[in-house]
């Protein structure tokens, strides 16, 4: 039987970038000791508090249907968080509550693209980005950002599309580059967006994992609350990935209509794992910085290791839970230095290569894996591209 056209596009085709990381596990499960440095998951499990709560609400009974939009609890908390982080004015009607960020990305895409609409994203970019616009309907047209602009996106790359496309996708922190971008980046992007009456989804799940300058969420500038969808998610900031439990934040029109798709999709989050995200909530800012803590120090661990040389280029690790190192010194695309080092020296790190076209001859480290195995993981990345530059002086 025929599947239809939409379904069978979503990869698009061709390598998706997942090689290294598929032959490291295959590694693995053939015995062989890999230090994993790929996805973004936290070497910490979901506190136990939250999920004594998890228990304790189950138990008395939270396991039926909960409300689509969410519990008026969760979207409360939420609002009151995303109030104080950012000043503006934002209530219970500004918020849906979905399983995950990813969720929340598809959501926000079906709710301002019709099917055939230009999508903008950002490249590098989130592994599933081309895949959720194309699932939702749209056209993907990814944007350079440039390791020459330290992967900020410039208006100017952008605005030949806009006039053309319904909506972009930004994300800062940025997964994979680590970059935050700055006020004059965000403001540029909210003047276009303005200018060519564009939907700008802001996905800000890394916003507690900011170590360098300040976050910004785009919807406080002047005139964005009206066309900004910025999605949120419990997984980074609360290590629960496993929950499932993200957001949408914008206008009250647009959150009535996603919650009517969510009644013909989701029908809503488990309320047992709602009222779970509700405490972690209330835990505050000192539960988040808890869980963001061992991302700053292996960055200031990395810092250490990368200082005085120039073989590795570390992109600005500005926040987020991974570093993205420039290996073009060596001569080897990203995607070679990551097979050589994982078949050298059993360590996996994604090629910058699997994150669009935009960053080639570099990698991704994901930050995930105890410090003192982290810290020798990396220099071992430096000794190996040190030793790849000198043979390649050697044979010139
Ligand atoms: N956006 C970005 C940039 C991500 O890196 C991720 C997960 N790695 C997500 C969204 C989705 O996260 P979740 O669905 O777990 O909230």
């Known amino acids: 039987m025929q599947l239809s056209e939409r379904i ?88 849906l509550i979905t399983p995950g960020g990813q969720a929340a990305l598809f959501a926000a895409h079906t709710a301002v693209c019709d099917p055939g609409d230009m999508a903008l994203y950002i490249d590098p970019y989130y592994a599933t980005y081309p895949g959720t616009l194309r699932g939702a309907g749209a056209v993907p047209q990814a944007i350079g950002a440039r390791a020459e602009n330290a ?133 505050g800012d000192a539960f988040e910085e808890e869980v963001a803590a061992p991302f700053r120090r292996r960055r200031a661990l990395a810092q250490q290791i990368l200082a005085g040389q120039d073989v590795v280029g570390l992109v600005p690790a500005q926040g987020a839970m991974y570093l993205m190192l420039d290996m073009r010194a060596t001569g080897m695309t990203g995607e070679a230095f990551a097979n050589d080092l994982l078949d050298a020296h059993h360590i996996a790190v994604m090629p910058g290569e699997s994150f669009g076209g935009c960053a080639p001859g570099h990698i991704r480290v994901a930050m995930t894996v105890a410090d003192d195995v982290f810290a020798k993981a990396l220099q071992t990345v430096l000794d190996h591209a040190v030793a790849r530059c000198t043979a390649r002086a050697a044979a010139q």
């Open 151 to 283: 992967f900020q996106p410039r208006v100017e790359d952008i605005a030949p599309h806009a006039g053309k496309a319904q909506s972009l996708l930004i994300n800062t922190p940025n997964n994979p580059t680590g970059v935050v971008y700055g006020r004059d980046t965000l403001q540029g992007i909210a003047d276009l967006c303005i200018a060519e009456d564009m939907w700008l989804i802001s996905d800000e799940v890394y916003d507690t994992q900011v170590w360098e300058g300040t976050h910004l969420s785009p919807r406080a500038l002047p005139g964005m609350a009206g066309r900004t969808l910025v999605v949120g998610s419990m997984s980074k900031s609360h290590a629960m990935t496993g929950s499932r439990c993200g957001w949408i934040i914008g206008p009250e029109e647009a959150i009535a209509h996603l919650t009517n798709l969510a009644t013909h999709t989701t029908y809503g989050v488990p309320g047992f794992i709602q009222d779970a995200a509700c405490f972690a909530l209330a835990q």
């Open 8 to 95: 069978m596009g979503i990869t698009g085709g061709g390598s998706d970038g997942w090689d290294v990381f598929l032959k490291a596990r295959r590694m693995i499960a053939q015995g062989v000791a890999v230090t994993e440095l790929t996805i973004g998951e936290h070497d910490i499990r979901t506190a136990a508090p939250v999920l004594q709560e998890m228990h304790r609400t189950a138990l008395a009974g939270h396991t039926g249907y909960a409300a689509v939009p969410g519990t008026d609890a969760l979207r409360d908390r939420v609002a009151a968080r995303v109030h104080a982080r950012t000043g503006v004015e934002t209530h219970r009607e500004n918020v």
